[in-house]
């Protein structure tokens, strides 16, 4: 008896990444309910490949942000991100991970400290290895967020202490993006042209 392998969760099909040529992905929702999904997607690319990555997350687990950026980077994936609509918080660390980024003149990206949360019973020994914990994953997000965007970690400290959005424009103009036109034609040639 053979058996067939479970669907896939994102059963679309990428010819172009099959064929060898550039692959399209997106990165949206909650990252920490797609971690899974999002990694598998990054897995199925050639290793040193090209694409491109859309996003229009909030962000979600530091861990997930902290994974999708490794995966890109120890693949050696040529990536180019453009943010649709918002990209915040653990998403940031994906994006700034991509060899190439672009924002459209509406995008929203929001920084911000590292955030605990625990929906789990822990007993005061645990709350304190957490806390322990947590101050070392803020001080790693913030100096690893700071050298994939190759700015100063004090500069990236005045953006998310206590937190700040950030539009399309804004972001270019800080260096960290391109941005490109909605009504400029099609993004391939606009991407081209950069």
């Known amino acids: 008896m053979k058996l067939s392998p479970p669907p896939r ?11 060898g040529g550039p692959w399209e992905l997106a990165i949206t929702g909650d990252l920490t309910d797609k971690q899974a999904d999002l990694l598998e997607k990054l897995l199925e690319v050639p290793r040193r490949s090209r694409g491109t990555i859309y996003f229009d997350s909030c962000g979600g687990s530091a861990y997930v942000g902290i994974g999708l950026a490794s995966l890109i980077r120890l693949r050696g994936l040529q990536a180019t991100a453009v943010v649709l609509g918002e990209c915040s918080s653990a998403a940031l660390l994906p994006f700034a991970a991509c060899t190439r980024r672009f924002v459209t003149p509406h995008s929203s990206l929001f920084f911000h400290p590292v955030r605990w949360a625990s929906e789990e019973d822990v007993n005061l020994e645990e709350a304190a290895e957490w806390t322990r914990h947590f101050r070392v994953l803020e001080q790693d997000f913030d100096l690893l967020l700071a050298r994939l965007f190759e700015i100063p970690v004090e500069t990236l400290m005045g953006w998310t202490r206590p937190g700040r959005f950030f539009t399309g424009v804004e972001i270019a103009a800080a260096g960290l993006a391109r941005v490109v036109d909605l009504f400029g034609g099609e993004l391939r040639a606009q991407l081209a042209a950069h």
């Not at 969760?9 to 064929?19: E, L, Y």
């Open 9 to 19: 969760s994102f059963s679309r099909s990428n010819d172009a990444a099959s064929a």
